[in-house]
């Protein structure tokens, strides 16, 4: 029974599988260098695709982002400033350039071990940018931080807003850097397309070569 269900397997890859297109199996099946050639030309195609498309959409996405960034940093500054708290609309205006953001990172294709790494590293930054919105929201509905009747909740609320876009910017980090390293595997130079805590902080975002 055993010999007779291993004979079967073989059988069935022997149908499925199109010799041509593998290396040399048992029985003398070689592979086509040709169909190789084709096949791994279409694969550096792709990858050169996907990372023109990460590189625009991560310069493109840091741009629109960082109007959100710098409100909330006055939000939740880092520093002794008085925190100022952002109205409903301000939250509103910044929820739809996330969210838009977001929608462009998750239509990128899935690529390449090192492709996938920033676009989950983007979608994740993005994803506690979102999370960062939400509970600022939920802290202005406690209780406004900085303010004389502020709750302890609020207060609360407002130092986990401030974790959460900290990593987001952390995790935004982590794509730039790969980001950067398929640049230079490419010999496109440099690629800086970091996400600050607010603008007066550098970003790098233009490609810089002969490095």
Request: proline share 5%; glycine share 10%.
């Amino acid at each position: 029974m055993a010999v007779a269900l291993v004979a079967a397997a073989v059988v069935l890859v022997l149908l499925l599988v199109r010799p041509w297109e593998l290396e040399s199996l048992p029985g003398g099946i070689e592979v086509d260098p040709a169909r190789v050639a084709e096949l791994e030309a279409a694969e550096v195609e792709r990858n050169d695709e996907n990372l023109t498309a990460a590189a625009e959409l991560a310069v493109s996405a840091q741009e629109r982002l960082l109007p959100v960034m710098d409100g909330l940093h006055e939000a939740l500054p880092t520093d002794e400033a008085r925190p100022e708290r952002p109205t409903s609309a301000e939250l509103g205006e910044w929820r739809d350039v996330v969210q838009e953001v977001a929608g462009e990172v998750e239509a990128l294709p899935p690529g390449s071990s090192e492709h996938n790494i920033v676009r989950n590293g983007l979608l994740l930054s993005t994803a506690l940018l979102g999370d960062t919105l939400d509970v600022l929201e939920l802290a202005g509905e406690t209780g406004g931080a900085g303010d004389a009747g502020a709750s302890e909740g609020a207060e609360r609320l407002y130092g986990v807003a401030g974790d959460l876009r900290s990593r987001a910017v952390d995790a935004w980090a982590q794509a730039a850097v790969q980001l950067d390293l398929q640049y230079i595997g490419a010999d496109r130079g440099h690629l800086h397309a970091f996400l600050p805590l607010h603008s007066g902080m550098s970003t790098e975002a233009e490609p810089h070569t002969n490095h």
